[in-house]
T-cell receptor, first 113, second 115 residues
Framework: SAVISQKPSRDICQRGTSLTIQCQVDSQVTMMFWYRQQPGQSLTLIATANQGSEATYESGFVIDKFPISRPNLTFSTLTVSNMSPEDSSIYLCSARDSNQPQHFGDGTRLSIL | AQTVTQSQPEMSVQEAETVTLSCTYDTSESDYYLFWYKQPPSRQMILVIR??????QNATENRFSVNFQKAAKSFSLKISDSQLGDAAMYFC????????????FGSGTKLNVKP
């Protein structure tokens, strides 16, 4: 199964700033995904990161707030822009190849002051 | 839209005992996959077990097994010989067989293991 590394593992940020989270997979994968997990909650899909094209966003999430890059088949970034305390959450990167199960990174715990 | 329901927010089990976590789902699709993921305090989501809807035989992975009742749309996870390392949040998840990109997660069950 794919090994997924996320950086940073956690960060504390000031209101109004932006943070970019990196996700690296140890093998080429077809699909990469970004999820948000608010404290004590389940996972909510933010967007699907497609290589070579724009990300596909779920309802309630927009590109201006969560720009995503997918420059190749092993790497993706998620930026949380103009952060507010409501953005405090765990952000999880996930990857899947073909019809295989999805695997997840360790997550990035983000706190906004 | 598909929904996944975990009705037990928290459960406890004695070490070495057996515990069953419940999950029900709602779908009109005939082709789908079901998963159980474990999320320990370290945050990483770890795949525990998966079940293809077209398979009648219940999936088993060592101490973990499922009771898949397709007609009842039920997918429970049984953990035998519970260990302290099993303590975690457990999420049931549904994936469409027609759109692999859509994962639907339940709200999770926190499992405590008592020594």
């Amino acid at each position: 199964s794919a090994v997924i590394s996320q950086k940073p593992s956690r960060d504390i940020c000031q209101r109004g700033t932006s943070l970019t989270i990196q996700c690296q997979v140890d093998s080429q994968v077809t699909m990469m995904f970004w999820y948000r997990q608010q404290p004590g909650q389940s996972l909510t899909l933010i967007a699907t990161a497609n290589q070579g094209s724009e990300a596909t966003y779920e309802s309630g999430f927009v590109i201006d707030k969560f720009p995503i890059s997918r420059p190749n088949l092993t790497f993706s970034t998620l930026t949380v822009s103009n952060m507010s305390p409501e953005d405090s959450s765990i952000y999880l990167c996930s990857a899947r190849d073909s019809n295989q199960p999805q695997h997840f990174g360790d997550g990035t715990r983000l706190s906004i002051l | 839209a598909q929904t996944v329901t975990q009705s037990q927010p928290e459960m406890s089990v004695q070490e070495a005992e057996t515990v069953t976590l419940s999950c029900t789902y709602d779908t009109s699709e005939s082709d789908y996959y079901l998963f159980w993921y474990k999320q320990p305090p370290s945050r990483q989501m770890i795949l525990v077990i998966r079940q293809e809807a077209y398979k009648q035989q219940n999936a088993t992975e060592n101490r973990f097994s499922v009771n898949f009742q397709k007609a009842a749309k039920s997918f429970s996870l049984k953990i035998s010989d519970s260990q302290l390392g099993d303590a975690a949040m457990y999420f049931c998840a549904y994936r469409s067989g027609y759109n692999f990109n859509k994962f639907y997660f339940g709200s999770g069950t926190k499992l405590n293991v008592k020594p």
